[in-house]
């Protein structure tokens, strides 16, 4: 069962982050502040739902979230800074655009750069013991999915629309026969060797 809140009596909004293997398109990141107390029967770590129950689940965090943000940081972007600082910078983003200040960040993960007056806790395998982290890893993973299905249509021999990004032997099969899309990040290992 996962738990509601890490500080009682704080304004916390739990942070994740989706797409960091990717070979093509943005790492994006979602903050999330839920109710005191809340509850939900299915939320969990966006990985362990499907497809349907993940859709589920979103339509009722767009509801009953009280603040909710989603950012991006393009593959451009990626290939300027590293994907571990590319991450950070996509939840920093998606803090800035909370129009609710938390009072404290719950990050999934062993590692943050500090957001600014704002002090967090990381937390290892967050999106499977807190629901605010569970519902960012949701909101995150959903906007990322349905984002590479609209690039899929306009590279479809990459299989996006199925592997999002990651890379299946389908995908690399494409890189290899295709070569690189303007969407790839061109900094990660695309073809093996």
């Known amino acids: 069962m996962l738990k509601s809140c890490y500080n009682p009596g704080y304004v916390e909004a739990g942070l994740d982050e989706v797409g960091r293997g990717c070979l093509a398109g943005p790492v994006v990141a979602a903050a999330v502040i839920l109710p005191k107390d809340y509850t939900h029967p299915l939320l969990t770590d966006s990985k ?18 009280i603040d909710w943000a989603i950012a991006e940081v393009s593959h451009e972007e990626i290939d300027r800074i590293n994907i571990l600082k590319a991450s950070f910078l996509a939840m920093h983003r ?12 719950l990050v999934d993960g062993n590692r943050f750069v500090p957001y600014p007056m704002l002090p967090h806790t990381c937390i290892i395998k967050g999106d499977m013991l807190y629901y605010s982290i569970a519902a960012a890893s949701v909101l995150a993973k959903n906007y990322r999915d349905r984002l590479m299905a609209e690039l899929a249509r306009e590279y479809p021999q990459y299989g996006w629309e199925r592997n999002v990004g990651y890379p299946t032997i389908t995908h690399r099969k494409a890189l290899m026969e295709y070569g690189v899309s303007p969407y790839h990040r061109r900094s990660f290992k695309l073809f093996k060797g």
Do not use: T
């Not at 362990?48 to 979230?65: F, G, M």
């Not at 998606?94 to 960040?105: F, R, S, T």
């Open 48 to 65: 362990q739902l499907s497809a349907a129950q993940r859709i589920r689940v979103e339509r009722d965090l767009l509801n009953d979230a």
């Open 94 to 105: 998606a803090v800035d655009q909370l129009k609710i200040k938390p009072d404290h960040l």
